[in-house]
C-alpha cells in the first residue's frame, strides 16, 4: 500500500484517497474512461417516474452535457439512469428500456 503524501507540494498531480482504498489518480482515470469523465460532466435536469408491463414504478433521472460542443450544432446529448444509478436507454416517446435487464419503461404522466 502507497504511503500517504505529508505535504501537497508532493503530489504533482491530483490524487485522491477513497475509502479502504490505495491513492487514486484521478487524471489517470480521465485518461483511461473518458466517456465516464463525459459523463460525469453533465447536469440533471428533469426527474420523472416511468412503470414496467407489472406496475412497478421507477424513478428516472434525465441528464445533460453541460457543456455541449457548439461545433456539431446539434441538441445537447440526453442520458437517462433509475435513481440507483441503472442506465436507461431511450426509445422514443415515452418509452424507455433498462440497460442491464432489458425490462420496457413507460414514462407515466
Do not use: C
Request: proline share 6%.
Amino acid at each position: 500500500m502507497s504511503k500517504a503524501p505529508t505535504r501537497s507540494a508532493e503530489l504533482p498531480y491530483k490524487r485522491t484517497r477513497i475509502q479502504g482504498a490505495q491513492w487514486y489518480d484521478a487524471g489517470e482515470n480521465e485518461r483511461l474512461f473518458p466517456e465516464v469523465t463525459k459523463q460525469m460532466a453533465s447536469v440533471l435536469v428533469g426527474q420523472f417516474h416511468a412503470r414496467d408491463a407489472e406496475g412497478r414504478v421507477y424513478p428516472v433521472h434525465e441528464f445533460r452535457e453541460s457543456q455541449p460542443d457548439e461545433a456539431d450544432g446539434e441538441e445537447p446529448l440526453s442520458t437517462y439512469r433509475l435513481a440507483i444509478g441503472d442506465r436507461v436507454n431511450h426509445l422514443g416517446g415515452d418509452e424507455f428500456e433498462l440497460v442491464q435487464s432489458g425490462i420496457k419503461l413507460t414514462r407515466t404522466v
